[in-house]
């Protein structure tokens, strides 16, 4: 079974290219957004294409050469738009790193690139590099992005711009173009370590065409205006915001603002009032249960309100999804839906939203249902790091609940006998860097990418089923696929985080983390009196709360999918301690080895199938 997008909608293009041409076409006075002192200010079209000509100039004077690797070691802001755009204007492939990293990886990153210089945010990245910095025998400066140099560091940005704006004079900028127009559309413009939820990362090499063609197929899809403003704070490390929040935006003219953190975007909102936000589905999972929370801690009145509000807005949805137009008494209790509830989850996104976009895991249906019940669209996609990364995508026109969405143009889709997703086209990543044989076990001799994804067609629209590697096969020869059941788990407000295990294993069972918000609110409800969290585990009426919220999700399911066993876990999934990747997904490896002692406990005796 095979999809296609239609042929691409551009020929092969550059970066620089895209870079030059929205400059000109759009002569914006806020294209980037950023912070300072609880205000934003902008920073124009015409300004941000200075200060990355000058930091092109200033890389260049350091002697820094075209194909030289160039790492950026930081958090959202306009400094890195600005040095990832002068380095593929000028040639330089550059090297993302996540900010949340230790030491460690980012020394890994950067020996196995063969970066020669790095540019950190502040003090904290500086120290990293610092303390890695004899064993990355390449990296030969470091610049800030802070205003004065911490130990370790060569040069701050500023100086590397005024160095630039030195040199700045007609014929370097004829040179500065030169460079430009001398890049080509398969040039690598960047490397982008994949997370490793299975080994040790990988570089991934995607050329100028892969995200050029991508940004290309994507504006095609998805109606951006030059009138949008876009909240970004998803990573800019992660090709997701890298394609579409920074690239795709800038190319449509959207003004871009900068959460000042990942803490700070509730607040943000309300000051940014963004018209599009791009986002993982742990976002939304939040906004859901909090907008859960939030209905269930009021009075009987409230409560029910809440409730008959979403009943109503669940049969509008029906119909809108089903392609009718509501009215009567239907539009009539929806209105007065949106008034008496829905308006203030609108207005917590600032009041204007037009449309969240999201990607990068699976979202759970009833969570995306909510939404677009809300009046708040969230439309899935989906792609790899290696796919740069859009396959496919749901549009205002083509929408369709509980899949990803159809083929973006210039893309195939085909589906193999195992179930596993493939995909071709100029999206397709030109390979893995320094490592061959990998690159041939993902890209067959035909072109197709075997993403390692389970999924199927649905009349064109591709829904994600689970991860290859991921399946459950139970002793019995049952397949299990997690992530949907992971998912379901996750909606209950009394759950932080689930991971299913049972692999060659009589039955299923799953590892929870929970609220502990709630969990504490609980037994406070209760008057059970605790010292600390371990201790509140451990107590029967918690174990019995937690076994009844979790089976609460669970009703649907098929007898050999149930999780017949539930443990609690104290802490929270870490990136510090390996168990999860910088995107947030899970180690089911390192969770295996790490909860081995508990999870070997669930099957002592596996003849017994009760609960916790």
């Known amino acids: 079974m095979s999809s296609s997008g239609g042929p691409r909608n551009s020929p092969p293009g550059t970066l620089p290219k895209l870079f030059f041409s929205a400059v000109e076409r759009h002569d914006k006075p806020d294209a980037l957004q950023y912070k300072v002192n609880g205000v934003y200010e902008a920073i124009s079209s015409r300004a941000v294409s200075d200060r990355v000509r000058r930091v092109a100039l200033g890389l260049g004077a350091l002697g820094v050469q075209a194909g030289d690797r ?38 890994y990153i950067l020996r196995d690139c063969g970066a020669v210089a790095i540019f950190v945010s502040d003090t904290q990245q500086a120290a990293k590099i610092a303390q890695v910095r004899d064993h990355c025998p390449q990296l030969r400066t470091v610049i800030s992005f802070a205003t ?18 030195a040199i700045d004079d007609d014929a370097h900028r004829k040179a500065y173009r030169a460079h430009a127009d001398a890049v080509k559309p398969d040039d690598v413009a960047t490397i982008i370590y994949t997370s490793g939820t299975t080994g040790e990362p990988k570089g991934v ?13 994507a504006a095609n899809a998805i109606p951006f205006e030059v009138a949008d403003t876009a909240l970004s704070f998803l990573p800019l490390s992660h090709i997701f915001e890298r394609m579409a929040g920074h690239y795709l935006m800038f190319h449509g003219g959207c003004s871009i603002a900068y959460a000042e953190s990942m803490d700070t975007v509730p607040t943000d909102l309300q000051l940014v009032r963004p018209t599009l936000v791009l986002s993982v589905p742990r976002l939304y999972e939040k906004m859901y249960a909090r907008v859960l929370e939030n209905a269930l801690s009021g009075g009987i009145v409230k409560k029910n309100i809440f409730f008959w509000a979403r009943s109503v807005a669940e049969e509008w949805a029906d119909e809108r999804l089903a392609g ?78 509980g899949t990803v969405g159809r083929a973006v143009p210039g893309v195939e889709i085909s589906i193999a ?9 100029p999206h397709v990543m030109k390979g893995y860097y320094n490592k061959p044989d990998a690159t041939a076990d993902a890209i067959d001799a035909d072109g197709w990418f075997h993403t390692g994804d389970i999924g199927e067609l649905r009349d064109g629209y591709l829904a994600i089923t689970d991860r290859k590697k991921d399946l ?17 788990i996750k909606t209950n407000k009394y759950v932080s985080q689930a991971v299913m295990i049972g692999d060659k294993r009589k039955f299923p069972a799953v590892l929870i983390v929970p609220n502990w918000d709630q969990v504490e609110k609980y037994a406070s409800y209760k008057n059970i009196i605790w010292t600390d969290r371990a201790q509140l585990l451990e107590m029967p009426t918690i174990q019995a709360k937690m076994d009844k919220e979790v089976r609460s999700k669970l009703g649907g399911l098929a007898k050999f999918e149930t999780p017949k066993k539930i443990a609690l876990l104290e ?28 999870i070997d406990g669930l099957y002592a005796n596996e003849l017994d199938g009760a609960g916790i």
């Open 70 to 107: 160039v790492a950026i070691f930081s958090e959202n802001r306009p400094e890195w738009a600005i040095t990832d755009y002068a380095c593929v204007t000028h040639g330089f492939t550059d090297v993302p790193l996540y900010p949340n990293l230790p030491p460690e990886q980012a020394a």
């Open 148 to 165: 004065s140099r911490d130990a370790g560091v060569d040069h701050t940005l500023a100086e590397l711009e005024a160095n630039g704006a």
């Open 205 to 217: 090499m995607l050329t100028h065409d892969n995200l050029y063609s991508n940004v290309m197929a």
């Open 324 to 401: 009718m137009h509501p009215s009567g008494l239907l539009a009539i209790k929806y209105r007065i839906a949106q008034k008496l509830v829905f308006s203030k989850l609108q207005a917590r996104t600032g009041g204007r939203l037009r449309y969240f976009v999201s990607g990068g895991a699976p979202l759970a249906p009833e969570i995306n249902k909510f939404f677009y019940a809300a009046g708040l669209v969230i439309l899935e996609g989906y792609g790899l790091t290696e796919t740069s990364p859009v396959i496919g995508v749901n549009t205002p026109d083509a929408f369709r609940i």
């Open 417 to 425: 006998p195992d179930g596993e997703i493939l995909t071709r086209g």
């Open 472 to 488: 459950i096969v139970t002793a019995g020869g049952k397949k299990i696929a997690p992530q949907p059941i992971e998912n379901l």
């Open 571 to 598: 802490h929270d999934f870490s990136i510090e301690r390996g168990e999860l990747t910088p995107t947030l997904k899970v180690k089911r490896r390192v969770i295996d080895k790490t909860y081995r002692n508990v």
